[in-house]
């Protein structure tokens, strides 16, 4: 089942690139960079282990695929000491607050491509 | 040597099935049609709650159904019995139905003169919360088997649905299910759900769920 969500996930990268491809004339892309938040149910592994599936017989099919990892940072609520939730355990290293507001981490975005 | 130039996308990878799903929500609307997405994990009852709600509406309005399954048609016959008109998706292994093939579901079934399309989701708590459908409306089932504390296992499926269901409340008195527990984690994700403890088996809170479904029904044709 989980690596389905990945692939299912991935398929709508591609039908959302091959769209642009079309939409701006491009023929060939050279490299798709994608953008993960380190807490988005996303996993980069499982979307590198399906991804060439996924683009076998698109436009995409001899395009790289890059995967850039966006930090999973916070702010405490109380001190306003911004710290990585995942290393700290969702723990404010400061104060020990578990009270924070969420800056980033749940993002999956495509960056851009590389186009001849 | 080929030049290469880099393109700028910037685009969270749901945009392009989000805009299909506004697309198709907004084709429904015009035709009259409410869908309603039900989700849950699998065994949760959302088949006996879909037999339910056909028994308590059928005289009321027209309605049709959308099974969506990895690779069975259990379901559709059953709901096929009831005299509602239903249409059997398969996923082919995809774990969750996207604004796309519910579309092409909603086209199968033949909208005109459906006042309710029930989609019955692939049973799992992750996937579907992703993916936009369309529905003009989303709901998700919980069984008191499967616990209490679901909503903080899975958030984000707590926080996107319109209402939630505890079913299977007649099994209450064998497992340690609090349901007051359970809205007040729900209610924090997302402070506008309405909860409704129903029995799919015995119709407890059928009554309730059918009046909140038949209200938004007509909102929605307004
Ligand atoms: N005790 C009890 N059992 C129920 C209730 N609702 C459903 N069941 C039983 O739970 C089992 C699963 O119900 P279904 O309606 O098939 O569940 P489902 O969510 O459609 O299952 P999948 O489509 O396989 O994901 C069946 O044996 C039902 O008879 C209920 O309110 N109480
Ligand atoms: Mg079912
Ligand atoms: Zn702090």
Request: aromatic share 6%.
């Amino acid at each position: 089942m989980r690596i389905l969500h990945e692939l299912g996930v991935v398929l709508e990268v591609v039908k959302t690139v091959e769209n642009f491809a079309k939409a701006n004339g491009l023929t060939k892309i050279d490299t798709l960079v994608l953008q993960i938040g380190e807490l988005s149910s996303m996993i980069p592994r499982y979307i590198e282990a399906c991804y060439p599936a996924a683009v076998d017989g698109t436009l995409l099919q001899d395009t790289k695929l890059k995967i850039e990892i966006l930090p999973g940072n916070a702010i405490c609520k109380h001190c306003e000491k911004v710290f990585n939730v995942i290393e700290n355990n969702g723990v404010c290293p400061k104060c020990q607050s578990k009270e924070f507001n969420l800056l980033g981490g749940k993002e999956f975005i495509i960056k851009e491509i590389v186009a001849c | 040597m080929s030049s290469f130039k880099v393109i700028e996308i910037k685009e969270s990878v749901f945009s392009d099935n989000n805009k299909q799903a506004d697309k198709l929500r907004e084709e429904l609307k015009k035709n009259k049609t409410f869908l309603l997405n039900l989700m849950s994990s699998p065994g949760s009852g959302k088949t006996t709650t879909v037999l339910r709600t056909i028994e308590a509406l059928k005289d009321e309005m027209k309605i049709g159904v959308l099974e969506a399954d990895i690779d069975s048609d259990v379901d559709a016959e059953k709901v096929s019995k009831t005299g509602a008109k239903v249409i059997q998706l398969h996923t082919g292994g995809m774990c969750h139905l996207d604004a796309d093939m519910t579309n092409q579901g909603i086209t199968e079934l033949g909208i005109e003169g459906i006042d309710l399309a029930i989609l019955e989701n692939v049973g799992n708590l992750v996937c579907p919360a992703e993916f936009d459908t369309g529905a003009s409306k989303n709901a998700m089932i919980l069984s008191v088997p499967e616990g209490d504390d679901k909503p903080l296992k899975y958030p984000l499926m707590f926080s996107i649905v319109d209402v939630l269901l505890i079913n299977k409340i007649d099994a209450m008195g064998i497992f340690d299910f609090d349901i007051e527990a359970v809205k007040k984690r729900v209610e924090k994700l997302n402070p506008n759900i309405k909860v409704i403890p129903i029995s799919a088996k015995t119709g407890e809170g059928i009554d309730e769920w059918v009046a909140w479904l038949r209200e938004q029904v007509k909102k929605w044709n307004e």
